[in-house]
């Protein structure tokens, strides 16, 4: 039998690696580590990585297993989950890796200007009825150009292909540069070999979509520090699907 919740929560608040600040707590504690992650916690100065929206941290622990000369954050609100990927980092001796629990809408008071170099969106909800929800929005963006150096990148990976076409319409409206974009991750040939590398890793839900016969989509891009975002409008087709095993709630076909 697995641990509990509040198992798993009496854990982490002992855990090393694991920072918990809640909407409600960060209304009335700052957050002293922002703009000190490198030598308060990480004690180096190695670029740092997150993992917005990283579930159980497997993503984020294999990235910096991948990658030890890089520093990984995973951020999300779902602390039994995180629970996983944090005590594994530890068991394992992950120097390079830290998770943070709080809702991802105020992140940027956790980082100072320049202090984050990639973000990774894995599987993130896609929001389909609201754009402001949505990761990879423009109301987002303009968050995570508070902390991210210029011209910094972002990946994502998902099985939606609305959020997908969505995100790609919003690269594509606001010129930002695109580094790789492919619509089937597992069968595109003309991937390079470190892409491959990288994008190799698995987490146990993309597993199971893969498994269902659906494509993963990968795009890269840059997020320049300056000009104005704007939203595009184009109405997408709607995925037939919430979530595994789940059917959509929503009769509309499209959505912006």
């Known amino acids: 039998m697995g641990k509990g919740k ?5 854990d982490m608040e002992t855990y090393e690696n694991v920072f918990q600040y809640p909407y409600s707590v960060v209304e009335h504690v700052p957050f002293e580590m922002q703009g000190h992650w490198h030598e308060q916690y990480f004690h180096n100065q190695n670029p740092i990585v997150l993992e917005l929206g990283c579930g159980k941290g497997e993503y984020t622990v294999e990235l910096a297993k991948l990658y030890p000369d890089m520093n990984f954050i995973g951020v999300d609100i779902k ?12 068991n394992e001796g992950l120097k390079n890796v830290a998770f943070l629990r709080t809702n991802i809408e105020i992140i940027e008071r ?25 990761l990879t929005s423009t109301y987002f963006m303009e968050r995570y150009r508070k902390f991210l150096v210029a011209d910094g990148i972002i990946h994502l990976k998902t099985d939606s292909n609305f959020l997908f076409t969505y995100t790609s319409y919003m690269v594509e409206h606001n010129l930002l540069p695109v580094l790789e974009r492919t619509e089937d991750l597992y069968h595109d040939t003309h991937l390079s070999p470190l892409t491959s590398r990288l994008l190799s890793i698995q987490t146990y839900y993309e597993s199971m979509w893969i498994a269902r016969g659906l494509n993963i989509k990968y795009l890269k891009w840059q997020l ?22 789940r059917s959509k709630r929503s009769s509309l076909d499209k959505a912006k």
């Open 110 to 134: 956790f980082f100072a200007p320049d202090e984050v170099h990639e973000i990774w969106l894995t599987f993130s909800d896609p929001q389909m009825k609201n754009p402001r929800k949505r």
């Open 79 to 90: 602390g039994a989950r995180m629970w996983t990927g944090a005590t594994q980092a530890l």
């Open 224 to 245: 320049p520090r300056e000009g104005a975002l704007q939203e595009p409008d184009v109405e997408i087709e709607l995925d037939d699907y919430r979530s595994y095993h």
């Open 6 to 10: 509040l198992a798993k929560f009496a």
